[in-house]
């Protein structure tokens, strides 16, 4: 059973901030959100992950609401590299990635 | 440089004929586990591992063994490949105590036939 949905894509422009949304309504207390992203067919590259605080690093912002279940990743200013898909998961060690969100950026 | 190293990236078999992948990671992790990857389905994990000599099935281990005895080290192993076995593999690693996520391999691209 998934435990995250997402919608299947999304496309933005460069230079502009990508929201990318994450429901996770049967998210329990103790699992983190963790957003991850593949671009083409490498291997897949951790962004963020966050409890019930919003997180920020280098990469991405990452706001989780209150009740934790959604989160939103934000790619603050969006480049033609950030082109990829995006995962976001629970990380349990039992870890799956759904079909995650095609980011496509424009020029 | 922290990695997760796969071996071969790419291979190209003929049904039934034993093969391994290794994958090995200079991280000292606890967590190792493997994946397949296939058009519309996602990543799948296929066997995972807590620590040396502990290992455990995923979701899709069938047709599968790995082992576990060195905590550098976890190969993946088709006995017998079959064409439905072909796929994109990848192998990750992670630690228990810091909440980091995983690191993933480049990829190890099989094919069966």
């Known amino acids: 059973d998934a435990k995250t949905t997402q919608p299947p894509s999304m496309d933005c422009a460069e230079g502009r901030a990508a929201n990318l949304p994450c429901n996770h309504s049967?998210?329990?207390?103790?699992?983190?959100v963790y957003w991850y992203r593949q671009i083409h067919s490498q291997g897949p590259q951790y962004i963020i992950h966050?409890?019930?605080n919003n997180e920020t690093n280098e990469m991405a912002s990452l706001i989780i609401t209150e009740d934790r279940k959604s989160s939103t990743l934000i790619l603050p200013h969006a480049t033609l590299r950030d082109t990829a898909v995006y995962y976001c998961?629970?990380?349990?060690?039992?870890?799956?990635f759904g079909a995650g969100t095609t980011v496509t950026v424009r020029a | 440089e922290a990695q997760v190293t796969q071996n071969p990236r790419y291979l190209i078999t003929v049904t039934g004929k034993k093969l391994t992948v290794t994958c090995s990671q200079n991280?000292?992790?606890?967590?190792m586990s493997w994946y397949r990857q296939d058009p519309g389905l996602g990543l799948r994990q296929i066997y995972y591992?807590?620590?040396?000599?502990?290992?455990d099935k995923g979701d899709v281990p069938e047709g599968y063994k790995v082992s576990r005895k060195e905590k550098r080290n976890f190969p993946l192993i088709l006995e017998s490949p079959s064409p439905n076995q072909t796929s994109l593999y990848f192998c990750?690693?992670?630690?228990?105590?810091?909440?980091?996520?995983?690191?993933f391999g480049s990829g190890t691209r099989l094919t069966v036939v």
């Open positions: 966050g409890l019930k």
């Open positions: 049967t998210i329990s207390g103790n699992e983190y």
């Open positions: 591992s807590m620590n040396v000599e502990v290992t």
């Open positions: 991280m000292n992790h606890e967590y």
């Open positions: 990750a690693s992670s630690s228990f105590g810091y909440r980091v996520g995983y690191t």
């Open positions: 998961t629970l990380n349990d060690y039992k870890l799956s």
